[in-house]
């Protein structure tokens, strides 16, 4: 991988603007309140803001369904207001990207209404679905259309048609449309389940699943055409622009990873085998924890096998908290958050912070199915209960363990105050990690090393630059841990325990994350 480029040392900030800052008091974050914290995110130290979708939408789908690509959602504001943003982040040097959702469009698109061939239309089986496939939110993938007198595809939602990849006219139309933007001064795209877009020709009946229909997984994630697909959206556009690329891959291996982050295609790509971790037969709809065994053979996978092109991340506006999922919500809430940031930032990788990330925040809980807006998880709770699956009990707790919705919480400002002005809060932890990124070369470039820790609960790791050698060690447990000190490390680089004694006793504190230093030369 090419050394030195600025997509390759940079830190990412999401923001998902419904629930970022709200300028007007109506109860929906928008552009002027994001524009009022830039200050802010620019004093944490990231270089990239990555917004969640702000086109015009109905929301069903919290942006995620657009009717739009070329307007601001009057909700967030309006195409004065992004101007606004790009001139403001511009001139404090933090760059935009924006999602690109083109897998799909909302069911309310002028195209749907207009160009049929746009998206995929498929001949029904006597009076059934072309085959069996679930929509993600619920009830079949496919929906009988009369005016057509076919089928059409959603694979999340009926509501969310997918586009018909293989007309190469609607490709093109979205070409132009990357083209316009990065023309108005977005500086690239995170790309929202980009490894969907290429459909099989032949599409086969899936195994059924709980929720009573087929599974598409085993058939549709990098499809026949994807890296074409994703070359030529390289030459038509990209390539004209000095962008930042990630794709969102929905069921990516790590061979398909590296096709996706090949120069003719994107910089980096999102995985999701270590947030999947906790799943199982019912989804993630369960009571499982993340396994640190697990967690630490699937990160070290994709350090191994992918290295620099990893996008990494422990949250975003699909996940639940995560200091709720493998920290602590009680008196270790601030350590076991900066444990996780120490664990994370410390990979290959280029490190994608979530709103609220950088605060310790933790999940919502949800008492009534009435305080849930996220479809997935409205749609999980109804299906559950009424099949006797679940209580209702169970489903909410659930929800408020694995649900969306914890991630969509608005952040509380007044906290975030005080973390600024703390100079020991969890915010300006983050702040030093992202620091110690632009002046050790080693933590962006260096080699990685798991560490053996036998069964003790942590996660150790090594990594080697030119000029120094890192070594990382975090515990992952409630409980103070002993460990044999390597016997060349001396200089701690930065621990989240102000009263650490590991050095003198080899005792790790609860949640205690520390980086040891020395240089190379001296071995």
Not at 33 to 50: A, F, N, P, R
Not at 139 to 147: K, Q, R, V
Not at 337 to 345: D, E, W, Y
Request: net charge negative.
């Amino acid at each position: 991988m090419q050394k030195d480029k600025w997509q390759r040392e940079s830190i990412v900030y999401q923001i998902y603007p419904k629930s970022f800052c709200d300028s007007n008091a109506d109860g929906i974050g928008d552009l002027r309140g994001l524009i009022s914290k830039l200050d802010y995110i620019k004093e944490l130290g990231v270089d990239v803001v990555w917004l969640s979708p702000i086109y015009a939408s109905p929301q069903f789908d919290n942006g995620y369904d657009i009717s739009d690509y070329e307007t601001i959602d009057p909700i967030y504001g309006t195409i004065d207001d992004f101007d606004a943003l790009i001139e403001q982040a511009h001139s404090r040097g933090l760059k935009i990207i924006m999602d690109l959702v083109v897998n799909h469009t909302s069911d309310r698109h002028p195209w749907f209404a207009s160009r049929h061939d746009f998206y995929i239309w498929r001949n029904g089986k006597g009076d059934a679905p072309p085959n069996n496939w679930g929509a993600l939110f619920g009830g079949s993938a496919w929906t009988y259309d009369e005016t057509v007198g076919k089928y059409y595809l959603g694979l999340f939602s009926k509501h969310q048609p997918d586009l018909n990849w293989e007309n190469s006219e609607m490709r093109h139309e979205i070409y132009a449309m990357m083209r316009r933007w990065l023309e108005r001064g977005v500086d690239g795209f995170r790309m929202d389940v980009i490894s969907l877009i290429s459909k099989p020709e032949t599409m086969p009946d899936g195994e059924i699943t709980t929720n009573g229909y087929g599974d598409w997984s085993a058939f549709v994630p990098n499809g026949p055409r994807v890296h074409e697909f994703l070359r030529e959206m390289r030459c038509e556009v990209l390539k004209d622009f000095d962008t930042f690329t990630v794709a969102e891959a929905a069921g990516v291996t790590l061979d398909e990873a590296k096709k996706y982050t090949s120069p003719e295609e994107l910089d980096m790509v999102f995985h999701f085998e270590h947030m999947d971790l906790d799943g199982g037969e019912t989804f993630k709809w369960t009571d499982r924890e993340i396994p640190l065994d697990g967690l630490k053979q699937v990160m070290t996978k994709w350090q191994l096998g992918l290295g620099v092109a990893n996008a990494l991340f422990f949250n975003n506006h699909d996940q639940p908290r995560m200091v709720s999922r493998l920290g602590d919500e009680g008196i270790y809430r601030e350590r076991s958050a900066k444990m996780l940031a120490v664990c994370l930032h410390f990979m290959q990788g280029t490190p994608f912070v979530y709103q609220g990330e950088e605060l310790g925040m933790i999940n919502a809980k949800f008492t009534s199915i009435d305080e849930v807006n996220d479809p997935e998880s409205i749609d999980a709770y109804y299906s559950h209960t009424r099949s006797g699956m679940f209580t209702e009990e169970e489903m909410l707790r659930y929800i408020s363990m694995k649900g969306r919705d914890n991630a969509r919480t608005p952040i509380p400002w007044n906290d975030a105050n005080r973390q600024f002005a703390d100079a020991d809060s969890v915010f300006h932890f983050y702040k030093n990690l992202i620091q110690l990124r632009r002046t050790h070369k080693s933590i962006i470039y260096g080699s990685y090393t798991l560490v053996d820790t036998g069964d003790l609960p942590l996660f150790a790791y090594v990594r080697q630059g030119e000029a120094e050698t890192l070594f990382i060690c975090c515990n992952f447990s409630r409980e103070s841990v002993t460990y044999t000190l390597p016997t060349d490390f001396r200089d701690i680089l930065i621990c989240n325990n102000t009263d650490s004694t590991f050095l003198k006793t080899g005792i790790l504190a609860p949640f205690e994350a520390i980086v040891l230093h020395r240089a190379t030369d001296s071995v």
